[in-house]
């Protein structure tokens, strides 16, 4: 099975800050990767697609890089309805695999 | 507009089975893999498994392969999960998920509509 290591599990920032968040992958998996985000009590919604490609509608401060074993998921300038857990998933092969997530807080 | 409504969880002795639907509309049912996603409390995201858009393939997490089983009605616009010999760490909310892509891994698929998921727990 593929393991994908998500880095920071939780992060302190404050709005206008530049955040960066890391997954790993086990052994290579092309660009077959996507960013979600989730706020408490909602289902989780999608930012990013094929590792670097902006879903429609999401504001472009955020950014998708990598390919192959490392992944990152950038926001530029950190807004207030940007505090949320986002969560990597691998779907290139079975099983797909989530990362652990990484908690977004205000400092 | 894409709806995905999950019928059937509750609460279930360990050791025991339930069966989990979902009603699709607002697409074409037929064209798209589908997912079943469960977060425990306060817990993370865990993919559970998918369905191609013809029951050709599907595919298990390690945690639930040989208790669980999905299928699909695509006559029906219905997706669902027989969950058997339960586990009290099978308690979470379970999402019924569509797919951009008819496979479930690949180059092409990624999850882009979610229900609201309906909780499972199991508990004595």
């Known amino acids: 099975d593929i393991q994908m290591t998500q880095s920071p599990s939780s992060l302190s920032a404050s709005v206008g800050d530049r955040v960066t968040i890391t997954c790993r992958a086990s052994?290579?998996?092309?660009?077959?990767l996507g960013w979600y985000q989730q706020k408490p009590g909602k289902a989780p919604k999608r930012l990013i697609y094929?590792?670097?490609s902006l879903q429609n509608r999401v504001p472009s401060r955020f950014s998708g890089s990598g390919s192959g074993t490392e992944f990152t998921l950038t926001i530029s300038s950190l807004q207030p309805e940007d505090f949320a857990t986002y969560y990597c998933?691998?779907?290139?092969?079975?099983?797909?695999?989530f990362g652990q997530g990484t908690k977004v807080e205000i400092k | 507009e894409v709806r995905l409504v999950e019928y059937g969880g509750g609460l279930v002795q360990p050791g025991g089975s339930l069966r989990l639907s979902c009603a699709a509309s607002g697409f074409t049912f037929d064209d798209y893999a589908m997912h079943w996603v469960r977060q425990a409390p306060g817990k993370g995201l865990e993919w559970v498994s998918g369905i191609s858009w013809n029951s050709g393939d599907s595919g298990y997490a390690d945690s639930v392969k040989g208790r669980f089983t999905i299928s699909r009605d695509n006559a029906k616009n219905s997706l669902y999960v027989q969950m058997n010999s339960l586990r009290p760490e099978d308690t979470a909310l379970y999402y019924c998920v569509k797919d951009i892509s008819p496979y479930c891994y690949g180059s092409g698929p990624g999850f882009d509509s979610w229900g609201q998921g309906t909780l499972v727990t199991v508990s004595s």
């Open positions: 094929g590792a670097s």
């Open positions: 052994q290579g998996i092309r660009n077959d």
């Open positions: 998933l691998q779907h290139n092969t079975y099983p797909l695999m």
